[in-house]
């Protein structure tokens, strides 16, 4: 959509109310805002509710609680005058968190639903942070943004994440077996389980980190096998690339869906839907 703004030696930033902008701008920081702090209520919930995470009989263990984790009884911290057993997903949690929160389309989803800076293109940012941001800003240069550059190193804490979350998807696959040993089964939960997995899988590895990993600092493409290899390898990253912020949402709300399920599976609140048992 083509911008008509009139041009001047001190022309403004085009804003919505000069009229620029006649499409539903707002949907889609809305709806960020809308879906990752229900997620954020959520998460804060399970984690520290530390319990209908496991569906024994069917091999069913919540994404925020992989891989499983034993602590010790005496392991326990003083919440609200309350003294309480540390939840494993307290040391699962901040490994993919840090990945997803330092990644590219979540920093900018962040600046725009939560941080208003501003909410779209050419929209112009709330006057009172348009005149501190003005005065006092550096990017993501100086403490404490500079941390989001980990995010290339996040990354490889979150590809070892994924082998796990694959060995829970082919677990949940099976049933304990009458007289010892497991059998094959297959429900709803299992179904969920290899869509969130996909999904995790398709966000995780259409990261920028990943593209740079396989297919940067390289000078000629075509002077080795190697670097060729490498080449159509970094062609095929670049196509899931294009779609990363779109496998960044699906996957929230796959991990969201997948939870929610196990809890409500687990606490006996639904039945597990079985397709072979």
């Keep these: 959509m083509a911008l008509h703004t009139q041009q ?3 022309s403004k930033r085009p804003t919505i109310a000069e ?3 006649k499409d539903n701008w707002l949907m889609a920081p809305l709806t960020f805002f809308l879906v990752f702090g229900f997620f954020v209520v959520w998460a804060t919930f399970r984690t520290f509710s530390n319990k209908y995470y496991v569906v024994e009989k069917y091999n069913y263990l919540s994404p925020f609680y992989s891989p499983l984790i034993t602590l010790p009884e005496s392991w326990k911290i003083m919440v609200l005058g ?3 057993h540390i939840s494993p997903s ?5 490994f993919p968190l ?3 929160l330092s990644c590219y389309y979540y920093r900018k989803a962040l600046y725009r639903s939560f941080l208003a800076d501003p909410l779209a293109c050419a929209v112009k940012e709330p006057k009172a942070l348009d005149t501190m941001r003005y005065r006092k800003y550096t990017g993501e240069r100086l403490f404490p943004l500079i941390a989001v550059n980990f995010h290339r190193y996040a990354f490889f804490a979150a590809a070892i994440f994924m082998i796990f979350l694959w060995k829970d998807a082919f677990e949940a696959c099976t049933v304990p077996a009458t007289g010892g040993g497991v059998k094959f089964g297959f429900g709803l939960g299992t179904l969920l389980f290899f869509v969130n997995v996909s999904l995790l899988t398709a966000y995780t590895f259409s990261c920028h980190s990943w593209r740079h990993f396989v297919g940067g600092k390289v000078d000629c493409y075509s002077c080795s096998a190697l670097s060729k290899t490498r080449y159509g390898l970094w062609q095929k990253i670049s196509f899931l690339n294009e779609k990363h912020g779109t496998w960044a949402m699906m996957s929230l709300i796959s991990v969201l869906v997948t939870d929610i399920y196990v809890f409500l599976v687990s606490s006996g609140v639904l039945t597990d839907l079985r397709f072979f048992n």
């Design 98 to 100: 840090t990945f997803r």
């Design 82 to 84: 309350r003294s309480l």
């Design 8 to 10: 001047t030696p001190h």
């Design 90 to 94: 307290l040391l699962i949690l901040p």
């Design 19 to 21: 009229g620029e902008r």
